[in-house]
Each structure stands twice: as C-alpha cells, then as structure tokens.
C-alpha cells in the first residue's frame, strides 16, 4: 500500500465555521507533511510532522491546527479562516524527515472559504 | 534564502523529447526530486538525484551538477498524457530546514499532437 489518502475531497465552508481536514497512511512513514497550493503555484510547507512531533511550523497563523494522534493520522483543523485560505490542501508522508526519501502526496483537498 | 528557477512554460509535440531545466541556489543541498503533477491532481514522485550524473527511469532521465547547481529532466518519446506541471524540489541539509522540500514555481508543459 503506497496510498496516502485525504478526506474530504472537497469542502465549503464560512468563515466562522470550525472544520478538520484528515489524512491516513498505513506504510509505516514517520514523517508527515501539510502542504498548501494555489492555482499554478508549487506547494507551500505549512507544518512537519516527525515521529508524532510536531518539527516545522512554517510560521502558518492560529486559525490552522495541525494535530498528529498517531504515527498514521494526521489532522489539520481549521477555524475562523478568511477567503484567502480556499486553496487545495495537500497531505505527504515520507520514511523520515531527512529528506532522502520521497514525499507520497494525498490526493488533496479542495478548500473553499466563503 | 533559497532560490530555485524553471521555466514557466514549455509546448512540445508527441512523440519528440523535451528538457526541462532547472536551476538553484541554496543555502546546502542533500538532493534534488523532480515531481509530476496533473491539473487537480497530487504530485508524483519522478526522480531523486543527489550525485551528479544522469540518472535514467524509462522515457524519463534527470541530470544533476551539483557544481553548476543545474539539474534537467529529460522526457522522450513524449505521450499527450505527459502535459502537466512538472516541479523541481531541493532538499535543504541545514540546521532546523534538514530535510524540507524547496519547491521551484513548476513549468507548465503542454504537448499537442
């Protein structure tokens, strides 16, 4: 299994709403990522997990919560965001975070904030 | 700061081979990936180069020198599939950016029949 998937695909939701974006690996990595991508623009590196730890936060603001509950699961939980977060939300996982192993990426989620 | 550059765009027609360059300047260096990404899609790993050298998968090689800070994917054979945004990635090795991703801005390749 070399699938890192993300729920939901899509997601609407309003500025004072709270919502959580999830991801799963089962390959045994013990680095995961959150990323940000807008259209036509490479992703951008919100925060690093690392064996369960939190070991980059890409100075992202408060209103994105990464949250790591085990070595499989990653959560980013969302509140009070503006419009100018709706981007696709992207999930990665490697075997470590030194870098010499290659990122899975998640099929994304597509986040629009109205 | 980090700086890694490719072209914006590239066009190119089935069947013929198409290079893509990319170029970086960064504060150390412990490799290079190049990814696929299809419009809506996730990114797909390509190639990892971190010894100079070609390195050759199929229709698809990347090049690196590290000397020249310079790396090319080299795509043959080209298949209309292959139109996508393709990323070159650096991987810093310094202090607290050990092992983080430097995106370049990705090159938008179009192939037409």
């Known amino acids: 299994d070399t699938e890192v998937t993300q729920t939901p695909k899509h997601l609407v939701m309003g500025m004072t709403n709270k919502k959580s974006l999830k991801c799963e690996q089962h390959m045994g990595h013990r680095a995961m990522y959150w990323y940000k991508q807008k259209a036509k623009k490479p992703p951008e590196l919100m925060f690093v997990?690392?064996?369960?730890?939190?070991?980059i936060n890409e100075s992202v603001p408060s209103r994105f919560s990464p949250e790591c509950p085990n070595s499989s699961l990653l959560n980013l939980h969302l509140h009070a965001l503006q419009p100018e977060d709706s981007a696709l939300y992207l999930c990665?996982?490697?075997?470590?975070?030194?870098?010499?192993?290659?990122?899975?990426f998640g099929p994304g989620t597509r986040l629009t904030v109205t | 700061g980090q700086n890694i550059d490719q072209p914006t765009e590239m066009t190119a027609t089935e069947g013929a081979i198409v290079q893509i360059n990319c170029t970086y300047q960064?504060?150390?260096?412990?490799?290079l990936f190049w990814y696929q990404q299809h419009a809506g899609e996730a990114p797909t790993f390509l190639s990892y180069n971190v010894l100079d050298g070609l390195e050759e998968k199929g229709r698809f090689s990347s090049f690196l020198s590290r000397s020249k800070g310079y790396s090319y994917l080299l795509l043959k054979e080209l298949q209309m599939k292959d139109s996508a945004s393709y990323l070159c990635?650096?991987?810093?090795?310094?202090?607290?950016?050990?092992?983080?991703?430097?995106f370049g801005r990705g090159t938008q390749l179009t192939v037409w029949p």
């Open positions: 990635a650096v991987v810093a090795d310094r202090g607290s950016t050990l092992g983080r991703l430097y």
């Open positions: 997990y690392s064996y369960e730890k939190l070991s």
């Open positions: 960064t504060s150390g260096f412990n490799g």
């Open positions: 990665a996982s490697s075997q470590d975070e030194q870098g010499v192993y290659e990122q899975y």
